[in-house]
Every structure is written in C-alpha cells, then in structure tokens.
C-alpha cells in the first residue's frame, strides 16, 4: 500500500469517528429536546374526561365530568384545560422556590406587629 492510500485510509477512519460522534451528539440532544416537547392525550371513560400533558418529565392530569364538556365552545374548554394543566405544573415547580421567600416576608410582618407593642 502505498502512503497516499494509508493517509486516505487515516482520514476516512477519522471522518468516521466524527460521524459516529455527532451521531450520538445528536441522539442525546433528542431525546432533551422530546422531554421538553409537550405531549397531550385524553380518555373518556365512565362519563369522566381525562386530558394528560406530559412535560418537562412530569405528567399532569385534568379531570372533567363529561356533562361539564357537552355544550361548552372549544375556546372555553381549552382555556379551562390549559389553565388546569399550567395551574398544577407551575404551581408544583414554584411552590419550593416561592415559599422561603414568602416565609420572610411574613416573618418581617409579624414582626413589624410585635415590635410596636411595649
């Protein structure tokens, strides 16, 4: 073999590994990229409505009876659901972040009472 076709060879092996590294690159951004991706399904069963998002790794559910459905326009019922669902997912991420924060202010206003009583 000559040198020409040994640093052919080197170079195509190289090329190779960063096909298979940008391959797998991108396999692992995927599969981010699908867990922020929301996903919805619905099932109707013994006259209850059920409506899954599925985001961020978590799933929430929003249960309606399906009497409260019959009759409504599609604007309304999909505010209604898209609130429930953003209701729950928000309020279970902020919850942890938001409660410090309220725990001081309410431990300054009761303190701020306490204060002017001699």
């Not at 073999?1 to 940008?22: C, H, P, W, Y």
């Amino acid at each position: 073999m000559s040198d020409f076709d040994t640093r052919r060879i080197g170079e195509i092996l190289e090329l190779e590994q960063k096909v298979k590294n940008a391959s797998d690159r991108a396999i692992a951004f995927q599969a981010i990229a699908e867990r922020w991706q929301p996903r919805f399904t619905s099932v109707i069963a013994d006259d209850t409505a059920k409506i899954s998002m599925t985001f961020g790794g978590k799933t929430m559910t929003a249960t309606y009876p399906v009497k409260n459905l019959q009759g409504v326009d599609l604007t309304s019922a999909t505010t209604s659901v898209l609130q429930t669902l953003f209701e729950a997912l928000i309020a279970d991420v902020l919850k942890p972040v938001v409660a410090p924060e309220v725990k001081r202010m309410l431990d300054a206003a009761n303190s701020m009472t306490q204060v002017s009583k001699w």
